[in-house]
């Protein structure tokens, strides 16, 4: 098992590590799940040497329970729903849609500001590595898949940091890949595997998405370089 990692740059350091065969491919991009994947796609662009983008996301969370997820939307009308978790807590059509309605309003607040108006990146034939900080439900992370499908990239690949196991198993069959540095038995969440887990901000997605539209990332390091990183401790 992995060591705590010190915050999600470092995470995304380490993840790069293992996504190092990648590296210097003009077809391949970056896509980060706002707001906390996108620190970690980050660094996995910068030291992969592809362009970084964003695909937001939102969970559709169940009413007095926002740790719990019945579903999620993404971006091109994409609705993705627990069905066992309607059924279960008997959750209505009309609430469901309610908070659709909710969540698609700040999806597209936050695709305004992200890109401030530039268009979604053209994925089509192209390899995207979809990112996210962790894999709890995966409920944003099947939607984001989804909302790719419909644009024809060449291969999904799905990485994170840290990932439950049952969650990741699944994404294996939904997406081309899925690539997780550990998938701990319980995972008791995502935010118990960093020392440094506040919650990233609306500057900051902003801020790492022009760093990267300025062409400011660096080519790729050596592979020897990347796979230090993965076993450098966490300080």
Do not use: N
């Not at 896509?31 to 970084?52: D, H, K, N, Q, Y």
């Not at 309607?86 to 309610?98: F, V």
């Amino acid at each position: 098992m992995i060591a705590r990692m010190r915050d999600r740059r470092e995470a995304g350091r380490r993840l790069a590590a293992r996504l190092g065969h990648f590296a210097g491919r003009s077809d391949v991009i970056v896509l980060g799940l706002p707001r906390g994947g996108i620190p970690v796609a980050f660094e996995v662009a910068r030291a992969l040497g592809a362009p970084l983008d964003a695909i937001v996301v939102r969970k559709l969370c169940v009413p007095g329970h926002e740790e719990l997820a019945m579903g999620a939307v993404a971006s091109g009308g994409v609705r993705v729903v627990d069905s066992a978790v309607l059924r279960q807590l008997d959750i209505g059509r009309d609430a469901l849609d309610a908070i659709t309605d909710v969540e698609v309003h700040e999806l597209e607040r936050r695709e305004r500001i992200y890109r401030g108006g530039a268009p979604a990146p053209e994925v089509r034939d192209r390899t995207v590595i979809l990112v996210d900080d962790g894999l709890a439900t995966g409920s944003t992370v099947f939607a984001a898949v989804e909302a790719l499908r419909k644009q024809e990239p060449a291969e999904i690949i799905v990485a994170a940091p840290i990932g439950s196991p049952a969650t990741c198993e699944v994404l294996e069959r939904v997406a081309d890949d899925c690539v997780c540095l550990d998938m701990p038995e319980p995972m008791l969440g995502v935010g118990r595997w960093y020392e440094h887990y506040a919650p990233t901000s609306d500057a900051e997605v902003r801020a790492l998405l022009a760093e990267a539209s300025r062409a400011s990332v660096p080519r790729a390091p050596a592979l020897g370089a990347l796979r230090r990183a993965a076993t450098e401790p966490s300080r």
